[in-house]
């Protein structure tokens, strides 16, 4: 199955900026068929998806994200990318990145998780 590896977590000041980083490999089917999320889980919450981008480029940001994050692949590097600004203390959480094949619904491949705190 494929295999997801996140990095770049960390911690930063509000109003900074970081960008976490998901290298897959391992694929079932040929990179292209693949759509890809991030997704962030605070302690005593639910996860919730942050952003998601399609095999032909398009995107999706949850309400909270907009105008501050940005998903992005590199598709030759096979890396998805999620760069994050203006980050403040709601933004804290465990990220992880997922994919799944582009005619499903559920994201069946995560990585391990990367940190993210804001103060």
């Known amino acids: 199955q494929v295999q997801l590896v996140e990095s770049g977590g960390g911690s930063v000041q509000a109003g900074g900026s970081l960008t976490l980083s998901c290298s897959s490999s391992?694929?079932?089917?040929?990179?292209?068929?693949?759509?890809w999320g991030w997704f962030r889980q605070a302690p005593g919450k639910e996860r919730e998806e942050v952003a998601t981008?399609?095999?032909?480029?398009?995107?999706t940001y949850a309400d909270s994200v907009k105008g501050r994050f940005t998903i992005s692949k590199d598709n030759a590097k096979k890396i998805l990318y999620l760069q994050m600004n203006s980050l403040i203390p709601e933004d804290t959480a465990m990220y992880f990145c997922?994919?799944?094949?582009?005619?499903?619904?559920?994201?069946?491949?995560w990585g391990q998780g990367t940190q993210v705190t804001v103060s």
């Open positions: 997922a994919a799944r094949e582009r005619w499903c619904v559920r994201y069946p491949y």
């Open positions: 981008i399609g095999s032909s480029g398009s995107t």
């Open positions: 391992k694929y079932t089917y040929t990179y292209d068929t693949y759509y």
